[in-house]
C-alpha cells in the first residue's frame, strides 16, 4: 500500500535500493516525499525517460499529477502503473478519483460519462483487489460519490442521455456505498447528508412526490 507521506520512508528506501533507480529519480521521490509535487513531477518525468517501467517511480508521478491537479496526466501515470502491476489497488484508487474530477467538471456529456463510469469501474476493482483494505471506506465514499454524479447526469431533461432506470440503479448504489460508510462511523454527517440527498431525488425520480 502506498500512501504518500505515511509510507514515504518506505518509498525512499525502495528508491534507494533499486540497480536501476537513476538520479533524477531519486530527487523525484525526495520531493515527492516532502509534499513539492510540482518539484517531483519534473524530476520524475525526465527520470521516467531514462526507465520507463519503474512502477514506483510512475506511482509517485500519478500521485504528484494528481495533488497538482493535472488529472488527465495522473490518469496515464497510474494506468502505466497498472499495466506493470495488476494487483495495485491503490493505483486503480487514484486513477478512479482523477476519473472523478475530471467526470464532475467536465461540460462535455460523452466525455463526463466517460469518466464517472472509468471512476466506478476502478473502484469496484479495487474493492475486488483487497477487500479487507484498512481505508476501505474511502473506497466506497468515492464510489458512492461517483454513482451519484453519474445518476444526476442520467435523468438531466432533453439530452440523449437521459435514462431514468440507469439514474435509479445509481442513486440505490450510491445510497447503498454511502450506508457502508455510514455503518463503520455513525458520526458522519456529511455521509447522512449524501444518503439524504440521494433518497430525495430517487423519491422524485420514481414519482413518490
Known sequence: MRLSI???FMVLSAVEQADAQN??????????????FKTAIAQLEKGRLIDSTDANALWMLGYSYF??????????????VIAIDPGDAHAYYYRAKAECRLGIDSKIPAEKERYLLGCII??????????SEA???????NRGVAYKEYAFFRIQPNTKFYDKTRC????????ADFQKV?????SREDITSLIDVCKEKL???VGHH
Request: no cysteine.
Open 122 to 131: 476502478d473502484l469496484t476493482k479495487a474493492i475486488s483487489i483487497n477487500p
Open 182 to 186: 455510514l455503518d463503520a462511523d455513525r
Open 23 to 36: 538520479a533524477y529519480t531519486k530527487l523525484g521521490a525526495q520531493a515527492y516525499i516532502d509534499g513539492n
Open 203 to 205: 423519491a422524485t425520480v
Open 168 to 175: 435509479v440503479n445509481g442513486l440505490k448504489a450510491a445510497i
Open 6 to 8: 505515511l509510507l514515504s
Open 135 to 141: 481505508r476501505m471506506t474511502s473506497f466506497y465514499q
Open 67 to 80: 495533488h497538482n491537479e493535472n488529472f488527465a496526466k495522473s490518469i496515464n501515470a497510474f494506468t502505466k
